[in-house]
């Protein structure tokens, strides 16, 4: 009994010091500061999608962008930090544009639309429940279960983007022509 009560208060002092320096790690990594927002496709002026409303380099959107430098952990593609910012509110259509910040370089990527939310029921313009937004720290792919808007129109369904380089693959939307 007493080899028992020994070896399980080793396993808990050994998972308490394995936790503690996981922490401090995450704790101790530094991200680099945010330099730019890049768009590698066509834009208007230097930080909206073709026809887009959202100036991602406006003072709202940047100041997001330096708060999730400041304040998170890379949770997207290993080194990538996956961000959600609110567009409009407090509307039926409230919904979040995305963006992915790589926290080596501090420069950050538009996803190629303006905003998701839950589906859109387009007879009566309802919103029809809550968007599902999947992603992983391990992967550099994304995927939303609802609509998206791209300029004007909306599209229900599921969209899966994969983040390579500083482009977007997978579905395309009209920003990405």
């Known amino acids: 009994m007493k080899k028992i009560t020994r070896l399980f208060f080793l396993i808990v002092v050994y998972g308490i010091g394995a936790v503690t320096c996981h922490a401090k790690s995450l704790a101790n990594t530094i991200n680099h500061p945010f330099d730019h927002v890049e768009i590698a496709y066509s834009h208007n002026y230097e930080c909206s999608f073709m026809y887009s409303p959202i100036d991602f380099c406006d003072e709202r959107h940047v100041s997001e962008i330096k708060g999730a430098i400041a304040n998170q952990v890379a949770n997207f593609n290993e080194h990538y930090i996956l961000l959600k910012i609110k567009e409009w509110r407090p509307s039926e259509y409230y919904g979040d544009s995305l963006v992915i910040i790589d926290t080596q370089t501090g420069v950050a ?61 997978g579905y395309q939307t009209g920003y990405m022509n």
């Open 109 to 169: 990527y538009p996803m190629p639309f303006d905003y998701y939310t839950g589906a859109v029921d387009m007879r009566n313009s309802k919103k029809m429940g809550k968007p599902r937004l999947t992603f992983s720290a391990d992967s550099n792919k994304i995927c939303i279960e609802g609509s998206i808007l791209v300029y004007r129109a909306t599209t229900n369904g599921k969209f899966c983007f994969k983040f390579e380089g500083n482009k977007f693959s």
